[in-house]
């Protein structure tokens, strides 16, 4: 890799980036390099058919040395000031309003080692309440035409089918719509059971329309923990309502978020997925394989020109992951999980009689010339361009 401008390290992401990029043939190298958050990363190029060549190929952003060698506030502080000299004031300031928000160094080092990490009680309850209401507001106006009753499943055919191929899907990156479980439907599209115990997620766009949903992605606490990861423009690109209705919540199979969320380079891309719920083995909580965010991504959805058909393809496939290899995370109500985009996980289909309700939204680390892949199913819109987190 080479260096990059200044210029180029703050790109605007814009509906056509990457676009202007020449294009060149399927790579076959494979290059170690760090991501955003200083994780040791495999790029493998094997899925990257269309893959920009880019006459400025960008640095990695630096890792959090820093955070690493020292310890405590004041590494943070230096942290900032070596890498976002433009924001340490106020990163200063969000770490006197909530320090807790901010990643230790042993914290930082689990995440690096195992592509996720848990921060127990990063929300109240009260502030769960509030999101949890503004749901029950949404859901109880829910008004889904007919042909727009789309259910959701990721399992690779089903997700084609029903779900990458249909419009109301594939322009939902910008809206908030709804999205349901299997066998909720009769062949007319009728509800047969209570609608509200029929949506398995709201998305896609919940940080940009709802006020109580843009204020808790945008808070000072979450910019804060973002920050001490080091991320120097993040963006949000996606937002989400996972429902888990009880007894029948759909299963959600093992994948990496950048099969769908595909960045150059690799290990831009971070969920944030907080429970409003107790989430526990019962009613399906998040299980991970620890260290599978070092090997590359295993398969990509393709999202076709617009008119062609399938609208979406995968390129690759998701390999047989031993079951034995998963280690479940359950959180309680208000806990915080950061997912690296490359992390192995899975959720299982709850039986349980009790709801696993979640908010989760991604970010992408816009900074240092990466480029949001233009074949991703999710695009930025004139309506809706990716916002940055720090507003
Ligand atoms: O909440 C879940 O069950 C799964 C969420 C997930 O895998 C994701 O958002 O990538």
Redesign the pocket.
């Known amino acids: 890799m080479g260096t990059s401008s200044q210029k180029s390290m703050f790109q605007p992401i814009s509906p056509l980036c990457g676009l202007h990029i020449p294009i060149c043939a399927m790579g076959i190298s494979v290059l170690l390099s760090e991501d955003a958050w200083g994780c040791s990363t495999q790029e493998s190029t094997v899925l990257q058919r269309d893959q920009p060549l880019r006459s400025e190929p960008a640095l990695p952003l630096p890792p959090p040395w820093g955070l690493l060698a020292d310890s405590g506030l004041h590494s943070l502080k230096n942290l900032f000031h070596t890498f976002s000299p433009g924001v340490s004031t106020l990163s200063q300031q969000c770490l006197a309003v909530v320090p807790m928000a901010c990643l230790s160094p042993s914290q930082l080092k689990k995440f690096q080692e195992d592509g996720f990490l848990l921060l127990e009680g990063f929300l109240t309850a009260e502030e769960c309440v509030a999101m949890q209401e503004r749901i029950g507001e949404i859901v109880a106006e829910m008004d889904v035409p007919l042909h727009c009753r789309t259910e959701f499943s990721t399992q690779e055919d089903e997700q084609l089918r029903t779900q990458g191929n249909t419009d109301y899907f594939l322009s939902s990156g910008d809206k908030v719509r709804f999205f349901f479980e299997k066998g909720v439907f009769d062949k007319k599209g009728n509800f047969l059971v209570p609608p509200e115990k029929s949506v398995n997620k709201i998305g896609h766009a919940l940080h940009a329309h709802e006020p109580v949903f843009r204020s808790v992605t945008h808070s000072p606490k979450v910019q804060a923990l973002i920050r001490s990861l080091g991320l120097q423009l993040p963006v949000v690109v996606q937002s989400?309502y996972?429902f888990?209705q009880p007894h029948f919540g759909g299963e959600?199979f093992p994948?990496q978020?950048a099969t769908f969320l595909y960045t150059e380079p690799l290990g831009r891309v971070l969920?944030v997925?907080i429970a409003m719920e107790d989430a526990t083995l019962e009613n399906?909580c998040?299980w991970f394989i620890p260290g599978s965010h070092t090997s590359g991504v295993s398969r990509r959805m393709i999202r076709a020109p617009a008119g062609s058909s399938p609208a979406t393809s995968f390129l690759g496939s998701e390999p047989a992951w031993d079951n034995n290899l998963f280690v479940p995370l359950p959180v309680r109500r208000g806990g915080l999980v950061l997912?690296h985009g490359q992390v192995v996980?899975?959720?299982e289909q709850n039986l349980s009689d009790r709801s696993r309700q979640?908010y989760?939204f991604h970010l992408m680390e816009a900074a240092a010339g990466t480029v949001w892949s233009p074949e991703n199913w999710l695009q930025p819109t004139t309506e809706l361009p990716f916002p940055p987190l720090y507003i």
């Open positions: 989400m996972i888990k959600v994948h978020d969920g997925w399906g998040l997912i996980h899975k959720s979640a989760t």
